[in-house]
């Protein structure tokens, strides 16, 4: 059962800290191989210059939602597009969503299984964290918000104890050459990866649970990618400056490593537990907003009324396809072809909401909320 609610909507708050999760995270799991093989030692900017270009697609996007008074996306391409071609393109975002989700689900269950539960089975380590995630998605959209919002400040403190812990370890000598393999390798990835950013994108077609408008919105959004990116900025430049370079390249699960290191003094020591905590509340807040975001698509593809009984299906998939043997190697060459899609994708769709003009006197209704 859903979460009892007056309105169903979310604020700045919960926004911000779902926005942070779906990204910061990106900094703490198998995505930092990718970032290093990108970026090198200046791995560090990537984050940085993706949320800069990030910027310059989503603002004129949601200015243009906020003109024309669309409560979000789906609601102006209603407008704009014929019906086929609207419930076409939630269908193109969905398959999408779904492929990076598989690539994204099957390498968690890798890690903990092999970092912590060597003796539980890869299935049930996945079930667990996937029946984790779909709970608390299906308790809302509200919902959801307010456990982003509540483990906002725990993972923050965390993250701190953690750069403290380890403060003793770093060597900024590796930060140099500064740019790494060049300026303009950094620049050509970084873009071709923008992908990296494309669930924030996505939830513009969930603006319209948003308390405040499409501003507030916009706003929650851009202050959550913008701290998300510079945490993984200081998380890669703390790979980079403990583990060395290229040293850092022949590692896998950097964060779940670095906590290995993490210590106080001379007898306090071996505390990965109490990040390994943190990091699993983190990443089942993460599956939720993942997973209610590939129901609301679906619910939009379809045209149903509601995408909570769409939920199972959803997980199911997930599930299965985690239980597929698959090389972490083929995974982060998929992944990589996934992501350069979703960026082609995510310029696609913005130049045609800001470039296609609106039919005269006709105006988006308002109102509707997902479900």
Same mark, same amino acid.
């Given at each position: 059962?859903?979460?009892? !609610?007056?309105?169903?909507?979310?604020?700045?708050?919960?926004?911000?800290?779902?926005?942070?999760?779906?990204? @910061?995270?990106?900094?703490?799991?198998?995505?930092?191989?990718?970032?290093?093989?990108?970026?090198?030692?200046? /791995?560090?900017?990537?984050?940085?210059? $993706?949320?800069?270009?990030?910027?310059?697609?989503?603002?004129?996007?949601?200015?243009?939602?906020?003109?024309?008074?669309?409560?979000?996306?789906?609601?102006?391409?209603?407008?704009?597009?014929?019906?086929?071609?609207?419930?076409?393109?939630?269908?193109?975002?969905?398959?999408?969503?779904?492929?990076?989700?598989?690539?994204?689900?099957?390498?968690? =269950? =890798?890690?903990?299984?092999? *970092?912590?539960?060597?003796?539980?089975?890869?299935?049930?380590?996945?079930?667990?964290?996937?029946?984790?995630? *779909?709970?608390? @998605?299906?308790?809302?959209?509200?919902?959801?918000?307010?456990?982003?919002?509540?483990?906002? =400040?725990?993972?923050?403190?965390?993250?701190?104890?953690?750069?403290?812990?380890?403060?003793?370890?770093?060597?900024?000598?590796?930060?140099?050459?500064?740019?790494?393999?060049? +300026?303009?390798?950094?620049?050509?990835?970084?873009?071709?990866?923008?992908?990296?950013?494309?669930?924030?994108?996505?939830?513009?077609?969930?603006?319209?649970?948003?308390?405040?408008?499409?501003?507030?919105?916009?706003? @929650? +959004?851009?202050?959550?990618?913008?701290? /998300?990116?510079?945490?993984? !900025?200081?998380?890669?430049?703390?790979?980079?400056? =403990?583990?060395?370079?290229?040293?850092?390249?022949?590692?896998?699960?950097?964060? $779940? $490593?670095?906590?290995?290191?993490?210590?106080?003094?001379?007898?306090? !020591?071996?505390?990965?537990?109490?990040?390994?905590?943190?990091?699993?509340?983190?990443?089942?807040?993460?599956?939720?907003?993942?997973?209610?975001?590939?129901?609301?698509?679906?619910?939009?593809?379809?045209?149903?009324?509601?995408?909570?009984?769409?939920?199972?299906?959803? @997980?199911?998939?997930?599930?299965?396809? !985690?239980?597929?043997?698959?090389?972490?190697?083929?995974?982060?060459?998929?992944?990589?072809?996934?992501?350069?899609?979703?960026?082609?994708?995510?310029?696609?769709?913005?130049?045609?909401?800001?470039?296609?003009?609106?039919?005269?006197?006709?105006?988006?209704?308002?109102?509707?909320?997902?479900?």
């Amino acid at each position: 059962m859903e979460t009892p !609610s007056t309105n169903r909507r979310i604020g700045f708050r919960e926004l911000t800290t779902m926005t942070f999760f779906l990204i @910061a995270l990106r900094g703490t799991d198998e995505n930092t191989t990718l970032y290093f093989q990108i970026g090198g030692n200046a /791995a560090w900017m990537v984050p940085l210059i $993706q949320w800069l270009a990030f910027v310059l697609l989503f603002v004129p996007l949601t200015r243009k939602m906020e003109r024309h008074g669309a409560d979000d996306v789906f609601r102006l391409l209603k407008l704009m597009w014929v019906p086929t071609a609207t419930r076409f393109t939630a269908w193109g975002l969905f398959l999408l969503l779904l492929a990076l989700g598989a690539l994204c689900f099957r390498p968690y =269950v =890798v890690m903990l299984t092999v *970092m912590f539960y060597l003796r539980t089975p890869e299935h049930a380590v996945g079930l667990v964290l996937l029946l984790g995630g *779909m709970y608390v @998605a299906s308790r809302g959209y509200e919902a959801i918000g307010r456990m982003g919002n509540m483990f906002f =400040v725990y993972a923050m403190f965390f993250f701190v104890l953690l750069i403290l812990g380890v403060i003793d370890l770093v060597d900024p000598s590796y930060t140099f050459p500064l740019f790494g393999p060049g +300026i303009p390798r950094i620049l050509r990835e970084s873009l071709l990866t923008l992908g990296f950013f494309c669930e924030p994108f996505f939830l513009a077609f969930l603006a319209g649970a948003t308390k405040g408008g499409v501003r507030t919105f916009r706003r @929650a +959004i851009l202050t959550g990618t913008g701290m /998300a990116a510079l945490v993984m !900025s200081v998380f890669l430049l703390l790979y980079d400056w =403990v583990f060395g370079f290229p040293s850092v390249n022949d590692i896998l699960f950097h964060y $779940q $490593q670095l906590t290995r290191f993490a210590h106080f003094g001379l007898y306090i !020591s071996h505390i990965e537990a109490i990040f390994l905590y943190i990091w699993v509340m983190a990443s089942v807040a993460r599956l939720a907003i993942v997973l209610y975001l590939l129901a609301q698509l679906l619910r939009l593809a379809l045209d149903v009324p509601a995408g909570r009984p769409l939920l199972p299906l959803v @997980a199911a998939y997930l599930f299965l396809t !985690s239980l597929i043997p698959v090389g972490i190697n083929d995974i982060f060459r998929w992944k990589y072809a996934v992501v350069v899609a979703a960026t082609f994708v995510m310029l696609l769709l913005g130049l045609a909401v800001v470039l296609w003009p609106l039919p005269a006197g006709k105006q988006p209704f308002r109102g509707g909320r997902p479900h």
